[in-house]
């Protein structure tokens, strides 16, 4: 018995070691993203925010600015020197590699009865490694901030999980800093610590009370809110944002509908069906959420606070974007698992298995290729203006590139796209003015 006992040890460092290993083969789709180059948002933050600029800049802009720990990353890597854009991925890779590690014990912790034959919670967590919905999340440099608060988020739970209240509340603490949407997730830290002690939950709200009065009181966050309400229709907003719920979440299916920049025609009425749809989906999460049992309610108020943000009330520009979904994606894993469990013949847990299999080569093959895309900035333009039916932007993004590559009668060609979409856009007549400019300088050249 003592041999064995001495065994045990090893034993365990071996299984951990092999899922790592197993992880880490299993994200290498990610790696084709490099060399790559920056996109979209990347242009705002990081490489146009002040903060972001080094460390004496962060100190400069340190109580101005936004997400004041993900600004931190950034500023240490310019500070080192290491802040190529693949470098900045391949630390998010790492960072989303982490992150399913995380979540794979977590998994273990909720379903005990599963870890003797961990087989399914391994699939499980491949599938939130793997999936490209968290393309944008992991290789948009942009992104980081939601894959730092997530992380951040997935470590208080386990932390809780394992009755390292105080670890938890710090690392709760630490991701309301990575991005201030991390508020949304104060009640599901709520439920995590039930079993805690009076103090660690009253020590829990006062800091999140804390935290918010600081980021609030910083003049960036109340202009960004002013900028959210200012001269937007909110009935409008919210009702397409709800309305983009169900195509969101149809995303997780059919990958091949991702896109950086959506274009799905979104109508602002009542009458809308997606609307009606994604109404439903909300009453149907409130009622697990209030008949279910405590994993259910961390299930479901996982998948709200990922939301919320997003897809409610707050007027935003875009009804629907793919981080709130790809964040959403652990809460709706464990909802699965969930089902599985409570499978006394484990007929629907053997259905599950044989779907997680087939998906799981399925999306890595998509993710390669979604990965693939980040890596030319012209590519994933031209991919989200395929996909766009009620959306320019990627038309005019893309035709920008080709003007600055001279080839103007292509530009040309998109932007009468563009035009037959929405003829009276203001950037649309910039762009065909610059298009005009440049074939002049062009025939003067000749």
């Given amino acids: 018995m003592a041999l064995g006992g001495h065994n045990q040890p090893a034993a365990a460092r071996g299984h951990s070691l092999a899922i790592v ?22 242009y705002i933050t990081p490489l146009s925010d002040p903060a972001s ?20 990353t950034y500023a240490l890597e310019v500070a080192l020197g290491v802040d190529s854009v693949d470098f900045r991925r391949i630390f998010q890779i790492t960072v989303h590699l982490l992150n399913t590690l995380v979540f794979f014990y977590i998994l273990k912790r909720l379903y005990p009865e599963e870890t003797g034959s961990p087989v399914l919670l391994l699939l499980a967590a491949v599938v939130y490694l793997i999936h490209p919905i968290q393309a944008e999340k992991v ?16 470590g208080a739970v386990l932390a809780a ?36 002690g009076r103090k660690d939950r009253l020590l829990l709200v006062t800091l999140v009370v804390i935290a918010l009065g600081a980021l609030f009181s910083v003049p960036r966050y109340r202009a960004l809110i002013d900028f959210s309400f200012a001269a937007r229709d909110v009935v409008a907003s919210s009702i397409q944002q709800i309305a983009a719920i169900p195509i969101g979440f149809s995303l997780y299916f059919a990958p091949w509908k991702l896109s950086i920049d959506h274009g799905e025609i979104l109508t602002a009425s009542i009458g809308n069906p997606w609307f009606i749809v994604g109404v439903f989906l ?43 979904f790809a964040l959403a994606l652990p809460g709706c894993i464990m909802f699965l698992l969930q089902m599985s469990c409570c499978d006394a013949k484990k007929i629907y847990k053997n259905i599950l298995l044989c779907l997680l299999a087939i998906a799981v080569p399925a999306l890595i093959f998509s993710a390669s290729k979604r990965s693939l895309l980040y890596r030319d900035e012209s590519a994933i333009w031209r991919d989200a203006m395929e996909k766009s039916r009620g959306n320019i932007r990627p038309y005019l993004n893309y035709a920008t590139l080709l003007i600055d590559k001279g080839r103007i009668d292509d530009a040309r060609a998109i932007l009468l ?9 203001a950037d649309l007549a910039d762009k065909l003015r610059m298009m005009q400019y440049k074939k002049l300088l062009k025939d003067n050249d000749r």
């Fill in 21 to 42: 290993l197993l992880f880490l083969l299993c994200s290498l789709p990610w790696f084709l993203s490099i060399p790559g180059v920056y996109i979209f948002d990347d």
């Fill in 161 to 196: 999980i394992t009755r390292k209240f105080k670890v938890g509340i710090l690392l709760y603490i630490g991701s309301i800093f990575a991005r201030e949407t991390a508020f949304f997730f104060l009640p599901l830290m709520t439920v995590v610590f039930m079993p805690a």
């Fill in 282 to 324: 909300y009453f149907l999460l409130f009622f697990f959420l209030l008949s279910g049992d405590h994993h259910r309610k961390l299930q479901v108020l996982w998948i709200v606070a990922a939301l919320l943000p997003t897809q409610s009330c707050i007027p935003k520009l875009d009804a629907l974007t793919e981080r709130p």
């Fill in 53 to 72: 600029q080094g460390i004496g800049n962060f100190l400069e802009f340190f109580g101005l600015t936004l997400r004041p720990l993900t600004k931190l």
């Fill in 417 to 425: 796209r563009a035009d037959a979409i929405n003829p009276f856009d």
């Fill in 139 to 154: 290789l948009a440099i942009a992104g980081r901030s939601t894959l730092l608060m997530e992380g951040l988020v997935l």
